[in-house]
């Protein structure tokens, strides 16, 4: 049904691993961990324009926030009248509120995408505890003469052999049995980075919306700042290596990249309010003269 996503996610992947694999050998582990890391910042690359116009959306709403409001106290008993000045408002001031959720709706999809081919390289029935990317049941001989999308037989039992410190990448912490040791040593430190990314890309959110003089709930605040780094956690030791690989590296692009916009929109926000300050200055009678009338 999303053949549309999984198999271009599945062609990125495959040309990342041709590449890392012809220097390191296909079944490489390294080679395999690389192209799931590249590929995460090959796509996140390709959404930075979208998530810069989105925060520069989001910042320009904090702007008009305090007209919202007064829009609102206005026309709190014409809601009709409300909207239409409100849209009018952001259209005036070239805000597309529904733009900011195309770089959020993509991602989901990508996530959706490489949680599915990397799943589809085990299809003995090993993970259908997951909820997403579920398929039709094989046996271990017929999963590995089985393609994968762009991968054929021989990379699915390459990525099915394919270890990271000894950790296979196809394993979880979970079910991993004899080898529990091994790549709980190799997945736990995946899990608390990625919880650490998380966290740290809450705080800078919150603490930005705090400062534009929004209200947040108290719950919100926990449940961003702790709970989600903590589900990170808790539901990494049910998710193959391979997945761990991505969902860190997603997270550390998150956290690098807010950091860079911020900086990015902070310094045109103080650019254009000393553009602003300048030419009212500039326009502002002389000290001692007397102001110009217009003539009628």
Do not use: C
């Amino acid at each position: 049904m999303l053949d549309f996503i999984y198999y271009p996610v599945s062609a990125i992947l495959w040309v990342w691993h041709t590449a890392f694999g012809a220097v390191l050998g296909p079944a490489s582990g390294l080679a395999w961990m690389l192209a799931v890391i590249f590929l995460v910042v090959t796509l996140r690359a390709a959404l930075f324009l979208p998530f810069l116009k989105q925060a520069r959306t989001q910042a320009a709403m904090q702007r008009l926030r305090p007209r919202v409001e007064e829009i609102q106290r206005k026309y709190k008993d014409d809601p009709q009248r409300k909207n239409t000045e409100i849209q009018r408002l952001f259209k005036d001031n070239g805000v597309h509120p529904f733009a900011s959720l195309v770089p959020l709706i993509a991602q989901i999809f990508v996530f959706v995408g490489l949680f599915h081919v990397l799943r589809s390289f085990d299809r003995t029935g090993t993970f259908d505890y997951l909820p997403i990317g579920r398929t039709a049941s094989m046996t271990a001989e017929q999963n590995a003469a089985t393609a994968n999308y762009l991968f054929g037989p021989g990379d699915v039992q390459s990525f099915l052999h394919a270890e990271l410190f000894g950790a296979p990448l196809s394993a979880t912490v979970a079910g991993a049995g004899e080898l529990l040791s091994t790549v709980a040593i190799v997945a736990l430190p995946i899990m608390v980075i990625a919880a650490v990314a998380t966290h740290f890309t809450a705080r800078a959110a919150v603490d930005r919306q705090t400062g534009a003089g929004t209200t947040q709930l108290p719950f919100m605040r926990h449940l961003t700042l702790w709970a989600f780094p903590a589900a990170a956690i808790a539901g990494g030791a049910l998710l193959p290596v391979a997945i761990l690989l991505y969902f860190v590296t997603n997270n550390a692009w998150t956290l690098a990249q807010q950091h860079f916009v911020y900086r990015r929109l902070d310094a045109e926000t103080a650019a254009e309010a000393t553009r602003v300050a300048a030419a009212r200055v500039a326009a502002a009678p002389k000290p001692g003269a007397k102001p110009k009338r217009q003539r009628r």
